[in-house]
């Protein structure tokens, strides 16, 4: 958001409608300064310099600011350092060359290199007296990044002085003295010695934004300066759930957000490894993960600002699917069990319990194939089975609860009346007794008129003609 002028304004260039001073005062350029809408910070556009300048005519001396409290601001976007005198931002500031004594007036400069008695700095601000005295030296001296906009703010408040980088409180000094002004014009951008003359060695390279002056101290303590996207908040509840091979994560909406980084430990508390970044959803699916390790989880959310805090930390152990469709089938002394494979299941257990529902036991374990014969049954009890995958270091859920009873074959003895009075006896099973039953109740003219027995001894085979028979009687015979 852009700032507006009030009672305290002196100067206030947007540079969104070319050179306008939004407080009416006219500024010139010496032709090397240019509007630009890329790169810029607060409204459609920036001030390109290029060795170049704009100077006020400050016939009221507006930039003399005294000894009340004051603030000047601009964002700025530097493209190179100098390595004399640092890039002047703005000031009204004269040197002996121009017919002074010695230096003389205010100047807010950045990033000088040089290594002299003064030193590097990343923000000054200088106050010389008529005389030539520096009575003010308030500095920053971490150089301040290049192609990246800062904001940068001084402030006075009665006899202490403030810098500001981006909001941020950098450095402090207390001090009585007067802002005053050898000339009568201000410059944005060179030193401007003398109207048209400008000191080459010092031009600001870059681009500024936004800039106002104010006749207030406007802050005293760390700020949010304007159009800023700050860091957003830290995502909160997130939840994971597991799968085979695989962790879905989800958490809550964080606004300011452009998007959001994962991270992820074996240990509660990190320390994190970001697994994906700027993912612009609030949900991901992490499949780089194996079966039976247990996982801790974070998420943070970013801007072009920076970056949140963590989030609350959410950990999951993935497991392998369960097997489906587990079916049992029961034989004499005997249960064929047989399910649905499991991908990349390495085996399975297969479990047993005399009660629906568990306590199971195992009675197989590493199973290779998806079916097994359990033969360590007793006839006529009932067995539930389950049966579990294995993957990685993990055991799935068991599978779905199938029942069966072995039973022993009843063996018979078959005896039929012929309608000539003569018997027939066969020794069969149980099956054998139920195909007959089932054949000779069939409707009359349907089906087949004979039936056949296989004869045990000789391989021989025998017909019986439906209507010989008169009667039959099935006599059980003890299990063999």
Request: glycine share 8%; proline share 4%.
């Amino acid at each position: 958001m852009a700032y507006e002028v009030d009672q305290y304004t002196v100067s206030l260039l947007h540079f969104d409608d070319g050179i306008k001073d939004e407080t009416g005062k006219i500024w010139t350029s010496n032709g090397n300064v240019s509007v630009s809408s890329d790169p810029k910070q607060v409204g459609t556009s920036s001030l390109f310099f290029n060795n170049g300048v704009l100077s006020f005519a400050d016939s009221n001396k507006n930039f003399a600011l005294g000894t009340g409290d004051f603030t000047i601001e601009c964002f700025i976007y530097i493209t190179q350092s100098s390595t004399q005198y640092g890039m002047p931002v703005i000031g009204n500031y004269t040197f002996s060359a121009d017919g002074y004594t010695g230096h003389s007036g205010w100047a807010l400069a950045v990033n000088r290199t040089e290594q002299d008695s003064v030193g590097p700095f990343g923000i000054c601000l200088d106050n010389y007296d008529s005389s030539g005295v520096r009575n003010i030296h308030l500095t920053y001296p971490t150089l301040i990044t290049v192609n990246v906009w800062h904001h940068i703010a001084v402030v006075r408040s009665q006899q202490s002085f403030y810098l500001f980088l981006d909001g941020k409180l950098v450095a402090t000094q207390t001090s009585n003295a007067s802002i005053d002004v050898p000339k009568p014009y201000g410059y944005i951008g060179n030193y401007n010695t003398s109207t048209g003359k400008l000191n080459a060695g010092s031009a600001f390279h870059g681009y500024i934004d936004e800039l106002r002056i104010s006749n207030t101290a406007r802050w005293t303590s760390n700020f949010i300066p304007p159009g800023t996207v700050v860091a957003p908040n830290a995502p909160i509840n997130l939840i994971v759930t597991t799968g085979d091979a695989q962790v879905t994560l989800n958490w809550d909406t964080v606004n300011g957000a452009t998007g959001y980084n994962l991270k992820r430990s074996i240990t509660a508390g990190g320390p994190y490894e970001t697994i994906a970044t700027t993912v612009s959803s609030t949900s991901y699916m992490d499949t780089n993960v194996v079966n039976g390790t247990t996982y801790y989880y974070v998420v943070t959310a970013i801007n072009t600002s920076g970056e949140s805090a963590n989030s609350n930390e959410a950990s999951a152990t993935p497991i392998i699917s369960a097997p489906l469709n587990l079916t049992a089938t029961a034989g004499n002394s005997q249960v064929a069990l047989s399910w649905t494979a499991v991908t990349n299941a390495s085996g399975y257990n297969v479990k047993r319990s005399t009660t629906a529902g568990d306590p199971y036991t195992i009675i197989a374990s590493n199973v290779a194939t998806n079916n097994y014969m359990d033969t360590t049954v007793t006839n006529g009890t009932t067995y539930y089975y389950v049966v579990t995958a294995l993957g990685g270091t993990s055991e799935s859920a068991n599978s779905n609860e199938a029942s069966a009873m072995p039973v022993a074959p009843i063996n018979a003895l078959l005896r039929i009346t012929m309608n000539d009075s003569s018997e027939r006896q066969y020794k069969v099973t149980q099956t054998v007794v139920d195909n007959f039953i089932s054949w000779y109740d069939r409707a009359v003219g349907t089906g087949n008129t004979c039936y056949t027995f296989d004869d045990s001894i000789d391989g021989s085979k025998e017909y019986l003609a439906f209507e010989k028979i008169i009667s039959f009687k099935v006599i059980p015979l003890p299990a063999e």
